[in-house]
């Protein structure tokens, strides 16, 4: 069975530090994906990954992808309140059309 | 705005029920998704339609179904409803929904079982 895995599942950290969320998949993929949901709200894409070694960042995020592990890093820099949110990985798997998310991580910054 | 509309916003209905969530996917997109939001699950995914076809499936039902009309909107159906099927229910879509394109998500409809 397909298993998307993120660790923490709960982070609160202070404004100004670093910190980086995992994200472990169990399927052959090379295109890995980040989004952010805010509370009550929708999700929104952040990145998009689509072979091995790839880095995207923007602004404090920066994500990349290493798919001989099945391991994307998702690094937060400098943490600011408004990065408050949960963030989700998700995998669309090799030969099927499923979109399979993690578990989310759910991030809170404290002023 | 994702251009992905969603309606009811919010349902409350009871035990043994149908109802019937409906999703419109951005202009020009082709693929439909469905999505179950819960504490204890999670993000589940329940199915894709592409262009009016059933594509992939996931965690759904038996008691659930859903389609993909010609016109591309697409509908959730759940029926006999129970208090375990209370969740945040997500449609999205993309434009051909293969390999390596971002998903829109709507707003969700918020569904309580009383």
């Known amino acids: 069975e397909l298993k998307v895995e993120q660790n923490p599942l709960f982070l609160s950290m202070q404004e100004g530090k670093n910190y980086t969320i995992y994200c472990n998949y169990s399927t052959t993929s090379d295109r890995l994906y980040w989004y952010r949901q805010d509370p009550g709200k929708s999700l929104e894409s952040l990145f998009v990954?689509?072979?091995?070694?790839a880095v995207k960042q923007e602004g404090r995020l920066m994500a990349s992808l290493d798919t001989k592990a099945r391991l994307s890093t998702l690094h937060i820099t400098a943490a600011v309140h408004d990065l408050s949110a949960t963030y989700f990985c998700?995998?669309?798997?090799?030969?099927?059309?499923?979109?399979?998310f993690g578990t989310g991580t759910r991030l809170k910054v404290l002023a | 705005d994702s251009g992905v509309t969603q309606t009811p916003k919010h349902l409350i209905t009871a035990t043994g029920q149908r109802v019937t969530l409906r999703c419109s996917p951005r202009s020009g997109d082709l693929s439909v998704y469905w999505y179950q939001q819960s504490l204890d699950q999670g993000l589940q995914f329940l199915i894709q339609?592409?262009?009016?076809?059933?594509?992939a499936k996931g965690n759904i039902l038996e008691r659930f179904s859903a389609q993909q009309f010609p016109d591309l909107h697409s509908e959730l159906n759940l029926s006999s409803l129970e208090l375990g099927d209370s969740a945040l229910y997500f449609c999205?879509?993309?434009?051909?929904?293969?390999?390596?394109?971002?998903?829109?998500f709507g707003s969700g409809t918020q569904l309580s079982v009383l």
């Open positions: 990954l689509l072979s091995n070694g």
């Open positions: 999205a879509s993309s434009l051909t929904g293969t390999a390596g394109e971002k998903l829109f």
């Open positions: 998700a995998v669309d798997v090799s030969g099927t059309y499923k979109y399979i």
């Open positions: 339609y592409y262009n009016g076809e059933e594509r």
